[in-house]
């Protein structure tokens, strides 16, 4: 198992952020073109925060972020409100917009909130998923063992994403819509630190893709059991990080 490095406070209140360009997935132009703005931008902005292109403690400017997505101030300035609604920054008066720090212990906290709704999330989906949705999870499912496979990070987070916006659309609920939005970036985000450890690419691509399986036949047993694997699997990982501290 690889060495697990992460600064439980870590604020490095410093310059502005350099950011790395091309280290981070995209959607194709095509979905690019017709997505919105300030969608575009806070999918963009949260990709850098996940992959670390914008690290914890970074000081972020809105001219310098703007510049960089080739938008104007007014959907970055969008984006970074809604990142600051989920937890990725803090703005702070006269010293800008920072990057929160990831805190490993409190990941046990969230996995108690998103134990109880990603049961009700995908049993709901499997009466609700309409017909296109089933077909995409179906996708969707292949394509994150796959990724895994190859041990391909930037296809997993992308397919990672994806999946958690399908299952949140598939339960069509926009109060459990809003709730997990913030939960599944936060996982997100500590994932795609813990993710890469030795044998849990793959188990995690598992028990996404037998999820997804179950929802796409409307079999709620399944799913909700599913559900439970899964993140009984984060929560001994996230132990596991937490371990790795003491």
């Not at 091309?22 to 194709?28: G, L, Q």
């Not at 101030?73 to 008066?93: I, S």
């Not at 929802?215 to 596991?240: C, K, P």
Request: proline share 4%; aromatic share 4%.
């Amino acid at each position: 198992m690889c060495t697990i490095r992460l600064n439980l406070n870590s604020r490095s209140e410093s310059a502005p952020a350099v950011i790395k360009k091309n280290s981070a997935p995209t959607a194709s132009p095509e979905a690019e073109a017709a997505e919105p703005k300030a969608e575009y931008a806070y999918r963009r902005l949260e990709e850098m925060i996940v992959t670390r292109q914008l690290p914890p403690g970074a000081l972020v400017s809105e001219v310098q972020l703007a510049s960089e997505l080739a938008l104007g101030r007014t959907p970055v300035r969008e984006a970074l409100a809604r990142l600051q609604h989920v937890g990725f920054v803090k703005t702070h008066p006269r010293r800008g917009t920072l990057v929160s720090g990831v805190d490993v212990r409190q990941q046990l906290e969230l996995l108690e909130v998103r134990r109880v709704l990603e049961q009700l999330m995908v049993v709901s989906a499997c009466s609700r998923a309409t017909p296109g949705e089933r077909a995409q999870m179906q996708r969707l499912a292949a394509e994150i063992v796959a990724a895994a496979d190859s041990g391909d990070v930037h296809a997993y987070f992308r397919v990672n994403r994806a999946i958690h916006d399908i299952e949140v659309a598939a339960a069509h609920n926009s109060m459990l819509a809003n709730t997990m939005e913030i939960i599944h970036a936060q996982s997100r985000r500590f994932w795609y630190v813990h993710v890469q450890q030795s044998g849990a690419f793959k188990e995690g691509a598992a028990r996404h893709a037998a999820v997804l399986d179950a929802i796409v036949g409307g079999h709620e047993t399944e799913a909700s059991d599913g559900a439970a694997q899964l993140l009984l699997f984060l929560d001994r990982l996230t132990r596991s990080a937490i371990e790795s501290f003491r």
